[in-house]
Antibody, heavy 121, light 110 residues
């Protein structure tokens, strides 16, 4: 069964850091682009970042550029999101999602269940 | 404020046909594919339509997508109570070099 399992969320103070992980199973992880999408409480979906199958190409939303870093370890079938200089407005459920093909600009066909990040003092 | 514009709400009665619009610009919908996601209450989003009008395996043919110029639409025919959800459109934006989503449309089945 194709599955994505996020972890690493929690409560962090403003200005702090957190690293999210997304463990993939049931498919050839190294063959697909991967992405992070977040959803603030009661709000809509906001794309955060995407990485190509090899990790050689990465893209970020302007709202997180310079503060967040997406990466992947294809030997461990795991996607990461390193978040620093966190702000209250980063509070959200963070979903990892698999891209339907190897490209970064195609559908997110599989989604994880999400992990909640709360930025508060 | 979202780059793609969707109506905040839509409604219909069982069996009816409803459409949800998504308006963008030349840098996103006008030059790239449109995607639609369904998010049932308390769950993760699910891919509903990809590449303007393609349905993933398992998505009923009651759901259809179309695109014209810088706008797109999602149509749901034979409306059912289980279709009550939030629906989001999305597209790659060449100017922003990233994905953009619509603000979402909450569909209510009366």
């Amino acid at each position: 069964e194709v599955q994505l399992l996020e972890s690493g969320g929690g409560l962090v103070q403003p200005g702090g850091s957190l690293r999210l992980s997304c463990a993939a199973s049931g498919f050839t992880f190294s063959s697909y682009g991967m992405s992070w999408v977040r959803q603030a409480p009661g709000k809509g979906l906001e794309w955060v970042s995407v990485i190509s199958d090899s990790g050689g190409s990465t893209y970020y939303a302007d709202s997180v550029k310079g503060r967040f870093t997406i990466s992947r370890d294809n030997s461990k079938n795991t996607l990461y999101l390193q978040m620093s200089s966190l702000r209250a407005e980063d509070t959200a459920i963070y979903y990892c999602a698999k891209v339907i093909y190897s490209s970064v600009a195609d559908a997110f066909d599989i989604w994880g269940q999400g992990t909640l990040v709360t930025v508060s003092s | 404020q979202s780059v793609l514009t969707q109506p905040p709400s839509a409604s219909g009665t069982p069996g009816q046909r409803v459409t949800i619009s998504c308006s963008g610009s030349s840098s996103n919908i006008g030059s790239n594919y449109v995607y639609w996601y369904q998010q049932l209450p308390g769950t993760a989003p699910k891919l509903l339509i990809y590449r303007n009008n393609q349905r993933p395996s398992g998505v009923p043919d009651r759901f259809s997508g179309s695109k014209s110029g810088t706008s797109a639409s999602l149509a749901i025919s034979g409306l059912r109570s289980e279709d009550e959800a939030d629906y989001y459109c999305a597209a790659w934006d060449d100017s922003l070099t990233g994905w953009v989503f619509g603000g979402g449309t909450k569909l209510t089945v009366l």
